[in-house]
């Protein structure tokens, strides 16, 4: 049984730079999720996927963020002219939409920006 | 704007007491979830309360829900030192996206 994993798991790039980080999801969910979370803080919602559909972006995403699911498997998301205040850890997690949309977390991708 | 809210924010007990971990929110909900964080680490689904529930247990953790006043409280019994972790309450208010609160963090002193 894997869980969802993600992709880098560290990422220490310039300012300026485009990231793209990834998640495969469990592989029966058809929920996938993106949060974002700063120290000291919960985590907060950014976007979501049910199957290949984005339903949902949080006012937090900015136009150089954008998120795809393109099969509904594995999702993308892609940080254009990185700033020094994107830095933080962006989490992945996944549900079945049908079991109460239960979230399981992956590990998180650690971005840097110098 | 963070919904849910827990309290206390630091929590440092001794290797065997009980920690009781307290979370309000603010808005009606399909259900509630507790996650452990360790640090620098991704969060561990710890259990979901539905809304029509009042109590559950998985272990040793207990996990109340009153719907009246918004609340819901974690206790983890016998406590060990690798509880040591930030413990998170999120809501489901819609089915969809989960909002968390800033978290309690739980050290076990051994």
């Known amino acids: 049984d894997t869980g969802v994993s993600q992709d880098p798991r560290h990422k220490i790039t310039k300012r300026g730079q485009n990231v793209t980080f990834r998640c495969d999801p469990i592989?029966?969910?058809?929920?996938l999720y993106w949060y974002r979370q700063t120290l000291g803080q919960g985590p907060e919602f950014l976007t979501y996927?049910?199957?290949?559909?984005?339903?949902?972006k949080s006012r937090l995403l900015s136009d150089r963020f954008s998120a795809e699911r393109p099969k509904g498997s594995f999702s993308t998301l892609e940080i254009q002219r990185t700033e020094q205040g994107d830095s933080a850890m962006y989490l992945c997690?996944?549900?079945?939409?049908?079991?109460?949309?239960?979230?399981?977390f992956g590990p998180g991708t650690r971005l840097t920006v110098l | 704007s963070q919904q849910g809210e827990e309290d206390p924010q630091a929590l440092s007990i001794q290797e065997g007491e009980n920690a009781t971990m307290n979370c309000s929110y603010k808005?009606?909900?399909?259900?509630l979830q507790w996650y452990r964080q360790n640090s620098g680490r991704g969060l561990v689904h710890l259990i979901l309360?539905?809304?029509?529930?009042r109590e559950k247990h998985s272990g040793r953790l207990r996990v109340t829900l009153d719907t009246s006043k918004k609340s819901s409280s974690l206790l983890i019994t016998a406590s060990r030192a690798a509880d040591t972790a930030s413990y998170f309450c999120?809501?489901?208010?819609?089915?969809?996206?989960?909002?968390f609160g800033e978290g309690t963090q739980l050290t076990v002193n051994p």
């Open positions: 997690a996944s549900s079945l939409v049908e079991s109460y949309n239960e979230q399981f």
């Open positions: 592989s029966e969910h058809n929920r």
């Open positions: 996927f049910q199957n290949e559909a984005q339903l949902e």
């Open positions: 808005t009606s909900i399909n259900n």
């Open positions: 309360i539905r809304s029509n529930e």
């Open positions: 999120a809501t489901d208010a819609d089915g969809s996206r989960l909002t």
